[in-house]
């Protein structure tokens, strides 16, 4: 039996060296969720609601890859795969993810160009948004019941607010939003599953 995301993330926090490369990974993910954010942006309109959530996933970035020091870890200046725990998958979680979910709205929805960019967008950023809801959640639990100096709340108050506003968007964008946003999730799922497994 696969072990689970908790038991995962216990032996990887166990030892500081691995928990490390695990905060620098995560710094990683952050890191193209934020420039995915940036990506995607229209050329003139955007909100500040996006300048808030990509300044946010930026953050995260900065502050997971800052508290390497915590654990008195040197030597990860970089993103490179030896820094990283299952870098390919990690590296291809979130450009997968991408792909398919852009086929699913296309076939949906028919649209394309920018619309087609944008809606998938959406749905891509809400699956990401559910997921951080489930992750850093059971991260926190850990790190609080090992009294680790790393702590990570900061990081679910936002990714709680991200949700939020995913799901007010998609609102706007289509009313029958949440059968499509639960094909969005189906395939995360998969790409999450296989990460956790590499790590
Ligand atoms: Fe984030
Ligand atoms: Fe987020």
């Given at each position: 039996m696969s072990e689970t995301l908790a038991e995962k993330?216990?032996?990887i926090v166990r030892d500081p060296y691995t928990h490390a490369k695990f905060l620098n990974t995560l710094a990683f993910m952050e890191n193209a969720g934020a420039r995915k954010i940036s990506k995607f942006e229209h050329k003139t309109n955007v909100s500040l609601l996006i300048l808030k959530h990509a300044a946010e996933e930026h953050r995260h970035a900065y502050y997971l890859k800052k508290q390497i020091g915590k654990l008195g870890q040197l030597g990860f200046e970089?993103?490179?795969?030896?820094?990283?725990?299952?870098p390919k998958e990690s590296r291809y979680y979130l450009d997968?993810?991408?792909?398919?979910?852009?086929?699913?709205?296309k076939t949906h929805f028919g649209l394309s160009g920018y619309a087609l960019k944008w809606a998938a967008y959406l749905f891509v950023t809400y699956a990401i948004e559910v997921r951080a809801d489930e992750l850093y959640p059971?991260?926190?639990n850990i790190l609080q019941t090992t009294a680790s100096k790393i702590q990570v709340k900061s990081i679910i108050v936002e990714e709680e607010g991200h949700l939020e506003e995913m799901i007010s968007q998609l609102q706007s964008f289509a009313p029958d939003w949440e059968i499509h946003a639960q094909a969005a999730i189906q395939l995360e799922s998969a790409l999450f599953a296989h990460w956790v497994n590499a790590l």
């Open positions: 993330l216990s032996n970089s993103f490179e795969d030896r820094y990283l725990i299952a997968l993810l991408d792909v398919h979910v852009c086929k699913y709205v059971i991260y926190q």
